[in-house]
């Protein structure tokens, strides 16, 4: 692990602070814990105001999970709920191990992939994820998996092979996914094909990681399709080891609820099934960002722990037969996993049901599941009991958090376009209500996607919603939030002198489809990738870059926030899975989902009088240039085009990553540098730096 940079800073941070001598103590395997004037996240982050509704169960074997970070290790610094940082992360495990072997059971730390692509932390680096995953690695992980982030582009996916997988040694489980050894030119797999060993209390484990059937990696790369990998001689030898398995534990970046048209857990299960009918399996999935809680049979169930660092999973065990495992089954002073396994009748796995192989013996384990709200006040709470003394600061997290804090400024995130005045969802609010983002962004196109020598001319200017990745939180609008709200690398495009009668008509064609997918498909072209062959050299992929020609950015000061404890819930998660709705472990009031469409439409320099121009230049992002396409050509359209007419309206390196940042270094202007901070996504609540309400 890359763990000896971060002690050398401890070192120095504690120094700093003060932190010496009869101000040093220790915590669990000697950490040193820092008790005063420790400087908790990140700056200008937000402690959370609603805590955890009761402890958590533990059981005989204990599971967190973390899946889909997408590079959010600084936390959200804007959003109570999951203000925490990477360096919070790893002190809560530090101590929850601990407090794991103080109770004499097992804890395995768990994540399943896609460490890329959503936050400046990871990319804004060249590689992409050169700086986050060094961070990343702080965590003592048991077993890991791939996901299709890290397969997209060659030079990304090396990185994974050489450096990361290297780090985790045969917990990183690849069983599907290989790649070509540039130095041998043969396929091999990018980490283990599976992992069997024993746990700290005598637990016997077979793990597997399984990536869905993706397609979009890069040449270099081979995904091998679960139908394939469940009929291969090594698998199904695996599956019949010669030594004992208490547990199967299958992860993978791969959606947990097997009716997922992605999924393929049911596969998995299934070849495990028919061969081991009566050994338990617990699934870790991933990739569709939900929280999600799945049962198989009376010994199998899968967990789904949401995206961005906003979740981690919890999930408790009992009643796992073992002749070598010394785990108490029910720990004293702790509650206790109690719930059977009992596949229900009314929600999306009935279907599956049918399909799957069952156990054939009625016991089994006993279970619990939670899912945490990713912020200090919920660590600290369940950490409670595992530290020696009152601090839940380690060392290691302490100078994590300052690494974090350093590289950010090293890469600029904090660099200031303007104040975002309020918070502007996603799917919270109906599409182009006040405060949903594709009205800001209407208003935002029209402003700024101009081209000097025809910007008197009328434009329809056309956008895929699916550019559009996370919710704008109302406060400071950094570099570090133009990845956020839009990692892709979209230019934009036109046709020029359209009809106005034939591109008027385009917008509706698109929303009503089938010219166009409502769910953006992360490709390789979606970020500026471009596929690399497998014979071309590593060294030629493109640049991983993000260009934002002519804006001028400032850096804003750190901000002291002073918050109230609030005992109303607040905004947030509100989950329903196969257990039902109890798994949030922070009660939560309901966000709104509204349905968006596939595509918006933003108008420019039309006639002042209010009639229609007879012409406009049709502009839109050439991911979707296809569709703009085929739209123009329908029959009650009349239109006559090709893609080979279409041109570039603006310089390929102004993208859908660039005008929102444009747009506020024009529009939003007004309290900088001290902006206003909004009390976060889904809440009508107005809240400014430095206010008590």
């Known amino acids: 692990m890359r763990f000896s940079r971060f002690v050398a800073a401890a070192a120095s941070y504690a120094s700093a602070l003060g932190c010496e001598g009869d101000h040093r103590c220790y915590g669990p395997q000697n950490d040193v814990v820092l008790t005063r004037n420790v400087r908790r996240m990140q700056p200008d982050a937000q402690d959370a105001t609603t805590g955890p509704r009761g402890p958590l169960e533990w059981g005989q074997i204990n599971f967190l999970h973390t899946t889909d970070t997408h590079g959010w290790l600084e936390g959200h610094i804007k959003e109570q709920n999951y203000g925490a940082d990477w360096g919070d992360y790893v002190s809560f495990t530090k101590h929850m191990k601990a407090k794991a072997r103080k109770l004499r059971v097992d804890l395995l730390l768990v994540d399943t992939g896609d460490l890329h692509d959503g936050a400046g932390l990871s990319d804004a680096t060249e590689p992409n994820g050169n700086v986050s995953n060094a961070i990343f690695e702080n965590i003592d992980y048991d077993l890991l998996s791939i996901g299709n982030h890290e397969l997209y582009v060659t030079e990304v996916a090396y990185e994974t092979f050489s450096n990361f997988s290297k780090v985790y040694g045969d917990r990183y489980l690849t069983s599907n996914v290989q790649i070509i050894n540039p130095a041998t030119g043969e396929f091999e797999y990018v980490g283990a094909k599976y992992r069997y060993f024993t746990t700290e209390q005598g637990l016997r484990i077979m793990a597997f990681g399984v990536l869905f059937d993706f397609t979009g990696n890069s040449n270099v790369s081979k995904v091998i399709k679960a139908a394939s990998l469940v009929q291969e001689p090594w698998f199904l030898e695996t599956v019949n080891y010669p030594k004992p398995i208490d547990l199967f534990v299958v992860i993978g970046h791969n959606p947990v609820r097997t009716n997922v048209t992605t999924s393929t857990f049911g596969t998995l299960f299934n070849a495990i099934r028919k061969q081991r009918p009566n050994v338990p399996i617990q699934g870790f999935g991933g990739h569709t960002h939900i929280r999600d809680f799945v049962v198989y049979d009376n010994k199998a169930t899968g967990l789904e722990s949401g995206r961005y660092c906003e979740t981690l999973g919890w999930l408790a065990m009992s009643g796992i037969k073992s002749s070598t495992c010394k785990a108490k089954h029910n720990p004293k ?9 009992i596949p229900p009748t009314s929600t999306g796995t009935t279907t599956e049901s049918a399909r799957l192989s069952m156990s054939t013996t009625s016991s089994g384990p006993r279970y619990a599941r939670r899912y945490l709200d990713w912020n200090r006040l919920t660590f600290s709470y369940h950490a409670k009991g595992s530290q020696r003394y009152t601090s839940y600061d380690t060392a290691q997290g302490v100078s994590v958090t300052s690494e974090i804090t350093l590289e950010r400024e090293k890469l600029n995130l904090t660099d200031l376009y303007g104040c975002a005045p309020e918070t502007y969802c996603q799917f919270c609010k109906p599409f182009l209500a ?16 101009v081209n000097d020598t025809r910007k008197d001319i009328p434009r329809l200017i056309i956008i895929n919603t699916g550019s ?9 609008f950094t570099y ?6 839009s990692p892709f690398a979209d230019a934009f495009q036109f046709l020029p002198d359209v009809p106005y009668d034939q591109a008027s008509k385009v917008l509706d064609i698109l929303n009503a489809g089938p010219f166009q997918k409502k769910k953006r498909d992360l490709s390789t072209s979606d970020f500026n990738f471009l596929p690399i062959l497998a014979d071309r050299d590593i060294c030629i992929d493109p640049p991983l870059t993000h260009s ?11 901000g002291r926030l002073i918050r109230r404890q609030s005992t109303s819930p607040s905004p947030g998660y509100t989950t329903t899975d196969d257990f039902g709705t109890d798994g949030d472990d922070t009660i939560h009031s309901l966000i709104p989902n509204y349905h968006q469409p596939n595509d918006l439409q933003a108008n420019a320099s039309f006639p002042t009088d209010g009639l229609m121009p007879e012409k406009v230049d049709l502009v839109f992002l050439d991911f979707i240039a296809s569709y703009v396409v085929d739209a123009l050509n329908q029959p009650d359209v009349g239109g006559a085009y090709s893609e080979d007419e279409v041109i570039y309206y603006l310089p390929k390196t102004f993208t859908s990553n660039s005008y929102l940042p444009a747009y506020a270094k024009i529009a939003w202007q007004e309290n900088v540098p001290d902006c206003p901070v909004g009390a976060g996504i889904g809440s009508a609540k107005k809240r400014a730096l430095g206010s008590e309400d």
């Open 548 to 558: 934002y020609e002519g804006l001028n950015r400032r850096s804003y000061p750190s």
């Open 434 to 449: 006040d405060g949903n983002i594709f009205q800001l962004l209407q208003t935002a196109l029209a402003t700024v996607v």
């Open 468 to 476: 559009i990745r996370f919710d704008l939180a109302k406060g400071p």
């Open 480 to 485: 570090d939030d133009s990845f956020i709200v």
């Open 333 to 341: 002073g702790v509650p206790h996993p109690t719930r059977r396994a």
